[in-house]
């Protein structure tokens, strides 16, 4: 289950963070994971990219869903 206080740390933001700062964090770490994950040629590194940007894509439906973005 995520809580505000995981859904942040996975953005790595404090809990004073705006929407706006929110919505940025999440492009920049899902730009930066998609890059990552392309460049990569091994299976483990590719999986485990995989995962973060599940979770990061968690993390957006949560702030989406409690209407703070």
């Known amino acids: 289950m995520i ?3 995981s859904a942040l740390q996975v953005l790595q933001l404090d ?3 705006t929407a706006e700062e929110i919505v940025a964090r999440y ?3 899902k730009d930066q994971y998609k890059k990552i994950k392309n460049e990569t040629e091994d299976l483990k590194t ?3 990219y995989q995962l973060k940007q599940i979770e990061l ?3 957006y439906i949560y702030f989406r869903k ?3 973005i």
């Open 46 to 48: 590719l999986l485990a």
């Open 15 to 17: 809990v004073s963070a």
């Open 27 to 29: 492009e920049s770490l």
């Open 57 to 59: 894509d968690d993390v």
């Open 3 to 5: 809580t505000e206080e």
């Open 66 to 68: 409690k209407q703070r």
